[in-house]
């Protein structure tokens, strides 16, 4: 029945989503409510979408509803009825156990003992980049001039990410082994080695969950590590952990939005004292400090929009008045 529209709104997804399994998750939706609506899909109404809902709510995990119901919503907009929608629930993110340091350590040092193991450990950690991304990196992506690698449809739309000097070490390294790839693939960074694909461009991303699960157990880490499970999240964690401004940890992650990085934040309450005794022990120091210093502190917490300019120049006044009549204060006004 409604077979030829959803053989069309297959092929609009695919020029709309590179990624297979974004497509497949969408077209699962829509191919789900057709054989529950019995109808052709153009004569639906709200209703139909809303009991739909009420049925997969109750049957399918929340995330699998959340994809579908993004699906069928796509579907709606594609045909121009989109003002056929309903409320979509919000996604359920399980957590995800991150390395120790002292993991992390381990696991990139036992990475290095095979070049496409440490290509692979640094582009998860250092560049936090996704699987399809990793088998898809082309030479002609990576800008050593300017340390830049540059990824085409990636899940954000082509985009672009900083180099971390290891990893460029790294992709060298790489190259000095691979194995010789056929013409027409020359340009793929990761090379197939084995099976009649051998020398062909990597055509699934299990390869780097093989490699990763490989270099974790030659570290002798006792626990199932994979890309999204656990480099991710180590990779963006211990980044913070680390007191690496979000901003940053947000850039190399490329998240949209800022929310979805500080998801990754674990800090607790053992943290939150360590940082009222840094700054206690900082005020202290900031009271034996010349004016001079700390007009000069002033002056940095105003760059960094710590302070605004009334709180700035009321600091600074009341220094000359406890210094007037040395002059060293002089520039700041």
Known sequence: MN???LRKYKSYLRQEHGKENTIKAY?????HYSKYVKKPLNETTIKDLRKWK????????????RIWLFGVT???????????????????RAYRKPF????????????????LDNLVALGLYDEILRPSELISIRLSDIDFDNHMLYLRDSKIGNTSVPMSPRFEQAVIDYLKVRDKPKDKFKD???I????????????????????????????????TVTPYKTIKPSAITLRLNDKVNPRTV?????????KTTLIYDHSDDKDALEYLRTQEHQFNDYSKLPNKAKAQILLEKLFNGEIDNSTFNAGIELLRQDNNHDGVLDGYA
């Open 3 to 5: 077979e030829d529209i």
């Open 27 to 31: 077209y699962d939706g829509i191919k």
């Open 54 to 65: 009420e049925r997969i709510v109750k049957t399918y995990e929340q995330n699998t509803v």
């Open 74 to 92: 796509k579907f709606y907009k594609w045909i121009g009825k989109k003002r056929i929608k309903v409320s979509i629930p919000a996604q359920v």
């Open 100 to 115: 120790s340091v002292e993991e992390k350590n381990r696991f990139l040092e036992t990475a290095k003992e095979d070049p």
């Open 188 to 190: 793929y960074l990761i």
């Open 192 to 223: 197939n080695t084995m099976g009649k694909n051998k020398g062909g461009k990597i055509l699934s991303t299990s390869i780097i969950r093989r490699v990763t699960k490989r270099t974790a157990l030659r570290t002798g880490i006792n626990r």
């Open 250 to 258: 947000q850039r190399i992650a490329r998240h949209r939005d800022i």
